[in-house]
């Protein structure tokens, strides 16, 4: 049988670390080592993954921010296939390498010694910063450690994405809730129960939130920052929500980032959060052609005229009420005061 590490998450996402029998692999920031992995959660000698007769092995060697197994830090443990381990930021899936040649998978493959330390220059997606008109939101993450607390970092560019720390979280089953705040001292949360998200808010922390906002259209929202602090705590029960989000994780992340693919294309035309619209006047333009759905738009304008506000307030999401909002502007029903 061979087996292999699969990068399922993190800085080096997509590549693969073959393991050879009868053989001990070192893993660690240090360059003689056999996986190099040039982070600062990593420690110098951090791992090593033993196989012999058939078994894969793997301790920790008193590494400063440990090694993970399915979520659990630990000291010794034997792998099978389908283990996740995390390694500072990265998330890797022992896989059989013979099934996926027999499928016919290709796959990519390293000799020693294997450095990881170049990470790729975009998201896991390939999804460019998004627009800063209408989404107050953000650029990559840098990942460090708050040793007392669990996971942290400050988000800065070229490193870890939200998407990427949600598929981390997701992978490894935690239960916790994933803390994160911009620039603007806007904090987002989402919810975690066994890896899979169920809940998410958005609000600045010390003051009433205005909008009842659905915790979906935070998730998606949150999805798109790039810039602020994050960090993980654990939480031990989860707490319940009236209302909680449905649906697989990975099928939640790859809807909200179509969406906002999709967003791209209107945002541009639009005034920013913060710009405030009007009902055109005189309104020549007939209110008989609008759809119920560009009325009810049209009607959060003239309640809060700012455009975040009718975002925030809109029963649709981002995508469906920017696409009215757009054609109540291009066909005068409204202007910018």
């Known amino acids: 049988m061979a087996y292999a590490l699969r990068f399922i998450a993190g800085r080096f996402k997509g590549g693969e670390f073959p393991l050879k029998s009868n053989r001990e692999i070192v893993i660690g920031r240090g360059s003689e080592f056999d996986m190099v992995l040039d982070e600062d959660m990593v420690s110098r000698r951090h791992a090593k993954i033993a196989t012999f007769h058939g078994q894969i092995v793997l301790q920790d060697l008193k590494s400063t921010n440990g090694t993970f197994v399915n979520g659990e830090r630990t000291s010794v443990a034997r792998l099978k296939p389908g283990d996740k381990v995390l390694v500072g930021t990265s998330v890797m899936e022992l896989i059989r390498t013979d099934e996926a040649a027999a499928s016919g998978e290709s796959r990519r493959t390293s000799s020693k010694p294997v450095s990881m330390g170049t990470p790729p220059k975009s998201g896991p997606a390939g999804v460019p910063p998004p627009p800063s008109s209408i989404m107050e939101t953000q650029h990559a993450m840098r990942v460090t450690v708050d040793r007392s607390r669990g996971m942290s970092g400050r988000i800065s560019e070229n490193d870890v994405t939200v998407p990427d720390l949600v598929e981390l979280f997701n992978a490894n089953r935690r239960t916790g809730v994933l803390v994160l705040t911009d620039p603007d001292e806007v904090e987002g949360r989402i919810f975690f129960r066994d890896g899979a998200v169920y809940y998410a808010t958005l609000a600045r922390p010390n003051q009433k939130q205005e909008a009842p906002i659905p915790p979906l259209k935070c998730f998606f929202r949150l999805l798109t920052w790039t810039a602020g602090n994050f960090r993980m705590d654990t939480l031990n029960p989860a707490p319940s ?45 007939k209110l008989s052609a609008l759809s119920p759905e560009a009325l009810d738009t049209l009607q959060l304008v003239l309640n809060h005229g700012e455009v975040g506000k009718v975002l925030d307030y809109s029963e649709a999401n981002d995508l469906e009420t920017c696409q009215d909002l757009l054609y109540l502007v291009q066909n005068d029903y409204l202007t910018t005061e």
């Open 241 to 285: 929500f009236d209302t909680e989000i449905e649906g697989e994780t990975r099928n939640l992340m790859l809807e909200g980032m179509r969406q906002f693919d999709e967003l791209k294309l209107y945002v541009e035309h639009l005034p920013g959060r913060r710009a405030r619209l009007k009902v055109t006047h005189p309104l020549r333009s």
